[in-house]
């Protein structure tokens, strides 16, 4: 199997992207000779980089590896001698950026609930000038980094 690449990857699964796994079997990169997957008696070598038992594993300074909740990576199958490993793609900005971004999507629908809430007029307006520089903040990043603005994201959800 080969796993996918995105954009702006964390540090769990940046090592993994674009590489080719096995579903099983012994740890460690190796490269290996495999039957082609459409011709008969043909064999290919495959630079595999380790098995998804070994990418998926808990580590000690990481709460999982590969895979983990909220990834956004998937995998897909690996067909010896058909498919091609995808040219790395740049991404638009680091992953620091993109939760610095998440970061101040969160503060925004904070105020927006504090200007919702607010018990008097002064406490909204004081709600909403918070709102408006926290959205200055996503203007600047945005700017700055070429990462994309999800305003959906800073929308407060409403019952369906």
Same mark, same amino acid.
């Given at each position: 199997?080969?796993?996918?690449?995105?954009?702006? @990857?964390? #540090?769990?699964?940046?090592?993994?992207?674009?590489?080719?796994?096995?579903?099983?079997?012994?740890?460690?990169?190796?490269?290996? *000779?495999?039957?082609?997957?459409?011709?008969?008696? *043909?064999?290919?070598?495959?630079?595999? &980089?380790? /098995?998804? #038992? *070994? &990418?998926? &594993?808990?580590?000690?300074?990481?709460?999982?590896?590969?895979?983990? #909740?909220?990834?956004?990576?998937?995998?897909?199958?690996?067909?010896?001698? !058909? /498919?091609? !490993?995808?040219?790395?793609? #740049?991404?638009?900005?680091?992953? @620091?950026?993109?939760?610095?971004?998440?970061?101040? @999507?969160?503060?925004?629908?904070?105020?927006?609930?504090?200007?919702?809430?607010?018990?008097?007029?002064?406490?909204?307006?004081?709600?909403? !000038?918070?709102?408006?520089?926290?959205?200055?903040?996503?203007? @600047?990043?945005?700017? *700055?980094?070429?990462?994309?603005?999800?305003?959906?994201?800073?929308?407060? &959800?409403?019952?369906?």
């Amino acid at each position: 199997m080969i796993v996918s690449q995105t954009p702006e @990857e964390c #540090p769990l699964c940046r090592p993994w992207e674009r590489k080719i796994l096995m579903r099983d079997g012994s740890l460690g990169a190796r490269t290996i *000779e495999m039957e082609h997957a459409t011709e008969d008696d *043909e064999t290919v070598t495959v630079h595999v &980089a380790g /098995s998804l #038992p *070994e &990418a998926r &594993a808990l580590l000690a300074c990481w709460p999982a590896g590969l895979l983990h #909740p909220n990834c956004r990576h998937d995998i897909s199958a690996y067909l010896p001698g !058909v /498919s091609k !490993v995808p040219a790395p793609q #740049p991404s638009r900005g680091t992953y @620091e950026d993109s939760q610095k971004h998440r970061y101040l @999507e969160r503060q925004v629908r904070r105020w927006k609930r504090g200007e919702q809430t607010a018990l008097d007029e002064q406490h909204a307006k004081a709600a909403q !000038v918070r709102t408006r520089e926290y959205q200055a903040r996503i203007r @600047e990043l945005v700017k *700055e980094t070429g990462l994309p603005r999800k305003a959906h994201r800073e929308q407060l &959800a409403t019952a369906r």
